[in-house]
């Protein structure tokens, strides 16, 4: 009796279940094509307000091609991509109007150039007109401590917002990595879109990551000590991918700096007939005037890295790297040994972090040994450049590695993180000589530094002359013929 009592139940539930699912399919649908008719006089509105404020004093409509960049004055190699892209596209087209929506309100436009061309030797031929933002805090990774991909995800599509309200372009090319960006360009704004993709968003080595339950700077340990909260993680990171996949095939051209991010944006936006390798551009003929004999002026050796002091730059593991080597693998007969981390503080958040290396530092008992240069000029980077022996790299899975490029340019010995950019591009060897080193752990970057040191002056020559020939492939003007080709159907 009580199991048809039960039977009738779930029967009844099913029934009203049932009877619902039309009346919400109708719902469902109304609720749609209202949202497009919303979004299709959204899109009226801002082609009508385009054209009213895009005819130039001679009658004609110039294009305006606009590159979201938040962060345009942080001096990184992102940043460096932008700046070269805008030299680039001033040279060939000439009569358009350039825009950089970025979030440095605190700094004027002039000051934004004139820090480009201290730090990167770059000035653009024409004016650019930036349209400042101020809802950048809706992208930055602390305010959303649980989510974080999502989150700010999510903000970049207000931001957008912020951006296409203040000026509608015709071509817009996303520069920094805000997918979710793309669609609300092209579909509401009406624009042509493209995309510079650095790295992407969410990588099947994230997935694996926390699928073996890996601790990492984005997979907290109480997450990879769980198995249930692995498996939530990992349901959430698939259905994150899925979506971050359908809104980067909306790009109408897309560009990729290297071959580890070519492989993972193949694999999640799927869209092979409109996506080429445009290595970044790196100043490599600036660096050619640097002596390739090791200097005799001091009797030490100097190592210098180069990178932003992001979490995932992994700075701490060169200094725990460089402690080793002086405690264990250096004898008492080498000369002085000294590293500098040379990079840029974006926010709080990273001089917080050169904060903690400091610290990190202290406890190693190697503070005397380890110095940070934060934000220098381009004259002071090519100064330390020229006086090191070893240059370093430890980021794991870095999308290219434009430092990596400037260190061998410039004739220091490179010693890069055996994956990514500089394992599958650039730390590869040309004409059967090898152009540097890799390494991985803690024990194996002491051992390799070491090696390096333990050479002869004649063999530090011979790979700094084969590591300089490589680069060439990775020049402003290598850059300059693959990026215009990439980009021509978005402005013809």
């Not at 999640?268 to 004999?293: E, R």
């Not at 220098?376 to 090519?382: C, M, V, Y």
């Amino acid at each position: 009796m009580a199991a048809d009592v039960g039977s009738w139940r779930l029967y009844a539930l099913l029934r009203f279940f049932y009877s619902l699912f039309f009346p919400g399919l109708i719902i469902c649908g109304v609720l749609c094509v209202c949202l497009v008719i919303v979004l299709w006089i959204m899109r009226r509105h801002l082609q009508r307000r385009k054209k009213s404020v895009s005819a130039s004093r001679n009658g004609k409509d110039q294009t305006v091609v606009a590159f979201f960049h938040p962060y345009c004055n942080a001096g990184g190699g992102g940043e460096r991509v932008l700046w070269c892209a805008l030299k680039a596209l001033q040279k060939k087209y000439p009569e358009a109007v350039y825009v950089v929506y970025t979030g440095d309100s605190n700094v004027s436009g002039q000051q934004i150039l004139e820090g480009a061309f201290r730090r990167f030797n770059i000035k653009l031929v024409h004016p650019v007109q930036f349209v400042f933002l101020r809802k950048r805090y809706l992208v930055e990774d602390r305010r959303y401590p649980h989510f974080t991909l999502l989150g700010q995800s999510l903000g970049s599509i207000l931001l957008g917002w912020e951006a296409l309200m203040q000026r509608v372009p015709d071509v817009y090319i996303d520069s920094m990595g805000y997918a979710f960006t793309l669609p609300l360009f092209k579909y509401v704004g009406g624009c042509r879109v493209g995309s510079y993709v650095h790295y992407p968003t969410i990588s099947t080595d994230m997935l694996s990551v926390v699928k073996n339950q890996n601790t990492g700077f984005n997979n907290a340990a109480f997450i990879s000590r769980n198995a249930l909260l692995s498996k939530a993680k990992l349901i959430y990171y698939y259905l994150f991918a899925f979506i971050y996949g359908l809104v980067g095939s909306c790009s109408d051209v897309v560009m990729v700096n290297s071959t580890w991010t070519l492989n993972h944006i193949l694999s999640l936006w799927k869209v092979g007939h409109c996506t080429n390798i445009v290595y970044p551009p790196c100043d490599v003929q600036t660096f050619l005037d640097i002596p390739l004999h090791e200097k005799k002026v001091t009797p030490r050796h100097l190592l210098v890295s180069i990178g932003q002091f992001r979490p995932e730059k992994n700075h701490a593991l060169q200094i725990k790297a460089f402690a080793k080597l002086l405690n264990e693998k250096a004898p008492e007969s080498y000369p002085s040994l000294k590293l500098v981390l040379i990079g840029g503080c974006r926010n709080k958040d990273d001089e917080l972090r050169v904060n903690q290396l400091r610290k990190l530092s202290e406890n190693l008992g190697v503070q005397e040994d380890v110095e940070f240069k934060i934000n220098i000029s381009f004259d002071e980077l090519k100064n330390y450049l020229s006086e090191a022996t070893i240059g370093l790299h430890t980021m794991w899975n870095e999308h290219f590695g434009i430092g990596v490029v400037e260190c061998m340019a410039a004739g220091t010995i490179i010693l890069a993180h055996n994956s990514g950019g500089p394992k599958l591009d650039i730390v590869v060897p040309h004409e059967g000589q090898i152009t540097g080193f890799l390494a991985e752990s803690e024990e194996g970057y002491a051992e390799t530094m070491a090696h390096i040191l333990s050479l002869s002056a004649e063999k530090r020559l011979q790979i700094r002359r084969t590591a300089r020939a490589s680069v060439s492939r990775f020049s402003d003007q290598e850059f300059e013929v693959a990026f215009l080709s990439s980009v021509e159907k978005l402005l013809t």
